[in-house]
């Protein structure tokens, strides 16, 4: 029997989080990075020994006991961490909400749009919502009009499928400034070896 699943590695999204109720897979969240052992907080909890606290842009700034003194550049030295205020940045935005932890997603990843801050992983949630796409990454290119518009590479269920029917189901559910501008079906999506999603590398369908 399982007695708990750990989720991590990126942020928890909606449509995950949902099929984990309705499957009633028990579950906990958890948050880290490889610079604190992997797990800094777990099921909206600090780890003892651990502190925590936010920029004024909501950048995570975090320290403690099991945070790495710094990386290994050969010959036994030791490049310490960048820290602010004896801090360790960690290029991630989030912040409580009601006791509930919650992950943004990563600083350089926000597209600035018509001057709105917009969180690929918000746009990624809404189009995975239509049931049209399995799979998706959202990015910012540089645009005259808009500093940076939305794109999002999608792969679709089925090629029955037009970007049309996603567009007005994103009509209704999301912010019009945070709808992509332009939507371009793949067959797959550039990914690292734990699967994260190589967002520099989707620009590349957008040449």
Request: overall charge neutral; hydrophobic content about 35%; aromatic content about 8%.
């Amino acid at each position: 029997n399982i007695k708990n699943i750990l989720v991590g590695g990126a942020p928890l999204s909606q449509i995950l989080e949902d099929q984990l109720q309705r499957n009633h897979w028990p579950y906990v969240s958890t948050y880290g990075l490889t610079e604190a052992c992997s797990q800094f907080i777990t099921n909206n909890k600090i780890l003892p020994n651990m502190e925590l606290r936010f920029a004024k842009d909501n950048e995570i700034l975090i320290r403690g006991k099991n945070i790495s003194p710094g990386y290994y550049v050969g010959h036994g030295k030791i490049s310490p961490l960048p820290l602010s205020e004896d801090f360790y940045p960690t290029g991630d935005l989030g912040k409580f909400e009601n006791g509930v932890f919650k992950i943004y997603g990563r600083k350089k990843e926000i597209i600035i749009s018509g001057g709105e801050n917009i969180f690929p992983p918000e746009v990624e949630d809404a189009i995975l919502a239509t049931n049209l796409i399995s799979e998706c990454a959202v990015i910012g290119l540089t645009d005259e009009n808009w500093g940076e518009k939305i794109v999002a590479a999608c792969i679709p269920h089925d090629t029955s499928i037009n970007t049309e029917e996603i567009f007005s189901q994103l009509r209704i559910s999301l912010n019009p400034k945070k709808i992509p501008k332009l939507i371009k079906f793949v067959q797959t999506l550039p990914r690292t070896r734990n699967g994260k999603i190589i967002r520099q590398k989707v620009a590349d369908y957008f040449l």
